[in-house]
Nanobody, 125 residues
């Protein structure tokens, strides 16, 4: 069983930065890809970014390109999301997730098998 634990959320003013971390219980691992998603009140969960463990290929939602950076530390089984120039519309619960199917860099929630509990990010104007 894979367990994912997010941390690093909080309250920040617009224009500020936060770094989220997602630690896996073991090399996730058979998973090939890790993703960050977010869900704002009353909205559907949406993809923010994804990264492959091997090779480090990444993808980003258009709304965060140039502001957010996803990275991974294979030795620590940890994935990060560096969020800069935060906007009030970035306010949401952020989740990390693991996709066990090799060869894809998916933004679809249904293709991720394991999920963390989420961490709240609130950006004030």
């Amino acid at each position: 069983q894979v367990q994912l634990v997010e941390s690093g959320g909080g309250l920040v003013q617009a224009g500020g930065s936060l770094r989220l971390s997602c630690a896996g219980s073991r090399r996730t691992f058979g998973s090939s890809t890790m993703g960050w998603f977010r869900q704002a009140p009353g909205k559907e969960r949406e993809s923010v970014a994804a990264i492959k463990w091997i090779g480090g290929s990444t993808s980003y939602a258009d709304s965060v390109k140039g502001r957010f950076t996803i990275s991974r530390d294979n030795a620590k089984n940890t994935v990060y999301l560096q969020m800069n120039s935060l906007k009030p519309e970035d306010t949401a619960v952020y989740y990390c997730a693991a996709d066990q199917t090799p060869g894809r860099l998916s933004s679809r929630t249904e293709e991720y098998s394991y999920w963390g509990q989420g961490t709240q990010v609130t950006v004030s104007s």
